[in-house]
């Protein structure tokens, strides 16, 4: 972790990422282009995570996809979308990071930027993925 006076904590981090990945969802735009319009905003862990959601968003939706009952992921508001990705990819490529964590952080996300209803949505998904994924069973 950076001891940067600058550096954010892990939750800001991830709204950051989250916010990268909602533009580039939201605009069509290249996730090289919304990180270099945001060259000043950017942080370590936020960029991370943005950047390895793009770079495996098709692994990521197939997995979102095969536990989403009734959805798939081209039909999930744009911001329930970010942060599934963003919460999956974490599963995934952040061993450090407990399952409970994951799950905590990205329904506080859904919570704070979306409708009552796509935190437990959010929270169905993840903590399957947890479970299949990571094989944590204690959620």
């Known amino acids: 972790m950076n001891d940067s ?9 991830r709204e950051t ?9 939201m605009t069509g735009d290249l996730m090289e282009h919304v990180l270099e319009r945001h060259r000043a905003e950017q942080d370590e862990y936020g960029t991370v ?8 968003v098709v692994m990521i939706d197939a997995l979102i996809d095969g536990v989403a009952e009734d959805w ?3 039909r999930m508001p744009g911001i329930d979308r970010s942060i599934l990705r963003m919460g999956v990819w ?8 407990p399952g409970t964590a994951v799950v905590a952080e ?5 919570n704070q930027y979306s409708t009552e ?13 947890v479970s299949t ?7």
């Open 72 to 74: 798939t992921v081209s």
């Open 133 to 139: 994924e990571r094989g944590e069973h204690d959620l």
């Open 5 to 13: 006076p600058l550096h954010l904590s892990r939750r800001e981090d």
């Open 106 to 110: 990205a329904v506080a996300l859904a």
């Open 17 to 25: 990422g989250l916010a990268f990945l909602y533009e580039a969802d």
């Open 49 to 56: 995570i943005a950047a390895g959601v793009h770079e495996h």
């Open 117 to 129: 209803k796509s935190a437990p949505f959010i929270n169905g998904i993840l903590v399957t993925l």
């Open 90 to 97: 974490e599963l995934l490529h952040s061993p450090d990071v």
